[in-house]
């Protein structure tokens, strides 16, 4: 939970136990052990325990990214997505990656807006706004033919997840 959240996210016990589906003393036991070790920070507010990740714990940044690219979450994302009309190039980025700016999915191809937004609004909204593009595959290769800046950063990234990428075709 606390590797595939936003660093600034913050659970409460009872909470963990309802997302894990856990019995509250072994949750409790876990969350001690892993406070003990520092790789969680406890903060009391409003008489509870807020348990959030410690950014500077030794290796976080490697657990994370060890996390982040055997999310099961990502493949779930993928799967929702392409049923949603065809899919050229998936990219997870920005909040699924750890990051606070940017965008955080970027689809080429053609699909569904409605039912992506739909689809982002009710299964993917924390408490962050999920921020999206949806590009044709002529404005994609227009845009990477440019140099655009927004097309050329986010392909450069390599923290980013490319889940279908079928760049090579539209290059072509």
Known sequence: MFLLSPQDKEFFIRELTRL???????????LNNLKKIGF????????????????????YEELKSIFQKGNSRADEITKKISRMGKVDLLILSGSFVGKKEGIDILVVGDIDKT??????TTELQ?????????????????RLECKDKFIKDILSDTKNLTLINKLEKMLE
């Open 20 to 30: 894990l589906d856990e019995q509250i003393n072994s949750v409790r036991r876990e």
């Open 40 to 59: 969680l920070r406890v903060k009391n507010k409003n008489r509870k325990k807020y348990y959030r990740v410690n950014p500077d714990f030794l290796i």
């Open 115 to 120: 039912k992506l937004s739909s689809f982002i």
């Open 126 to 142: 924390s408490e962050k706004e999920i921020r999206y593009s949806v590009l044709s595959q002529e404005d994609f290769v227009y």
